[in-house]
């Protein structure tokens, strides 16, 4: 699995490269790969996403310069922004009895691999039965640290993925409900620990996780 470092990338951009890689890896003309960004400030909306789950007006988005997508990944809204490390597979799932329990699974399999990363800071993160994520236990009780969201083609050839928050500015999750989650928070792995993280290591304890969870080598 090619993993590649792509920095700071307009949304948009990051899901039209999305795209053209899962065609190419869909007709076998590339190998797996793992995309890691970070993107400016945006709200998706996914397939089962609701409008008025957005809180802020278009005009307060519009000042704090929010861009708003509707995209084709399960889920519902969720924010994405600088401090925080979003990872896109563009991997080829391996089909079994039915590509929806593959799915399910791949995406236990995402958890995993946050669960595992986190923990190399010392941070027990968790799942919680009927929620998709990885939460952790706060004094404010439990909130999520990291959300996902995937897309699977007709070739079973993933797309989009998870969002972990690093050095997220928090805030801008006031902007929204969360997944349309009214009564659970959001944290970050920063406001975990008191202190910034670098993105860099993380990103590369990510994907090194990412190959030892899915066996692919890196």
């Known amino acids: 699995c090619d993993v590649y470092h792509l920095g700071l990338l307009p949304y948009q951009a990051a899901w039209a490269l999305q795209n053209r890689l899962a065609d190419q890896r869909g007709r076998d003309e590339i190998p ?6 970070s993107h400016p400030h945006t709200y998706t909306l996914g397939s089962s996403g609701h409008e008025e789950n957005l809180i802020w007006s278009p005009g307060e988005r519009a000042r704090r310069g929010v861009e708003v997508v509707r995209v084709d990944r399960g889920g519902d809204v969720t924010y994405h922004g600088p401090g925080q490390l979003v990872a896109y597979p563009i991997i080829r799932l391996n089909r079994s009895d039915s590509l929806r329990a593959d799915v399910v699974g791949y995406i236990r399999q ?3 691999v946050v669960i595992h990363a986190l923990a190399d800071y010392g941070i027990v993160g968790k799942t919680i039965t009927g929620l998709t994520g990885v939460w952790v236990d706060t004094p404010r009780g439990e ?3 990291c959300a996902i969201g995937v897309k699977v083609t007709t070739r079973a050839v993933t797309k989009h993925g998870f969002a972990l928050n690093l050095n997220t500015d928090l ?6 409900i969360p997944c349309g989650i009214a009564d659970k928070g959001v944290t970050s792995l920063a406001a975990r620990l008191g202190t910034p ?3 860099t290591d993380a990103a590369r304890r990510v994907a090194a996780h990412f ?5 692919l080598t890196i």
């Open 110 to 112: 995402l958890e995993t």
């Open 197 to 199: 993280v670098d993105e």
């Open 171 to 176: 805030d801008y999750f006031s902007g929204i």
């Open 32 to 37: 797996d790969r793992l995309l890691l960004v």
């Open 211 to 215: 190959g030892a969870v899915m066996d």
């Open 143 to 145: 909130e999520k640290i």
